[in-house]
């Protein structure tokens, strides 16, 4: 006996071996451990596709690759000392040139002068576009 899901009224139902709803889960109460477990299971994947769903609806998958020129993230810390606010830096400082590509998600970058930048992740990059260029 299988539990599935019935998407039209929204209820879980057992299913016998011919394929035929035998009644719908009202209550957890007369349920088997087994039958529990199953139910329990289909509900966490059920969860899961949910929020992956949610997650992957505005998610970027960019493909950054070796001599690509990019704009990094800039990261600063206000000082009132100095009377600089990090509120007023730039968002993002640059273009710098990807020297090696470490990982799916981590690159090096280099300067114009091809200087070690450091290791930054892919979600610290934006992609350089030449203003010159007419695809963009």
């Known amino acids: 006996m299988d539990i ?3 998407l039209r009224s929204k209820e879980w139902h057992f299913r016998d071996e011919d394929n035929n709803f035998v ?4 209550s957890r109460d007369n349920l ?7 139910l329990t299971e289909l509900k966490l994947r059920e969860s899961y596709e949910k929020v992956k769903r949610t997650y992957n609806l505005r998610r ?13 993230r800039n990261y ?3 000082d009132a000392s100095k009377y600089y606010s990090a509120k007023l830096a730039p968002k993002y400082v ?6 090696k590509k470490l990982s799916p998600w981590t690159f090096e970058l280099v300067d114009s002068g091809g200087r070690f930048l450091g290791n930054w992740h892919a ?7 030449d203003p010159l260029d007419s695809d963009h």
């Not at 640059?94 to 020297?99: D, S, T």
């Open 76 to 78: 600063v810390l206000s």
């Open 4 to 6: 599935v899901p019935n």
């Open 60 to 72: 970027r998958h960019p493909e950054y690759f070796a001599g690509q020129m990019v704009w990094r």
């Open 94 to 99: 640059g273009p710098y040139k990807i020297g």
């Open 123 to 129: 979600k610290d990059l934006k992609p350089h576009y």
């Open 23 to 26: 009644d719908a889960i009202t």
């Open 32 to 38: 088997s451990p087994e039958q529990l477990c199953i």
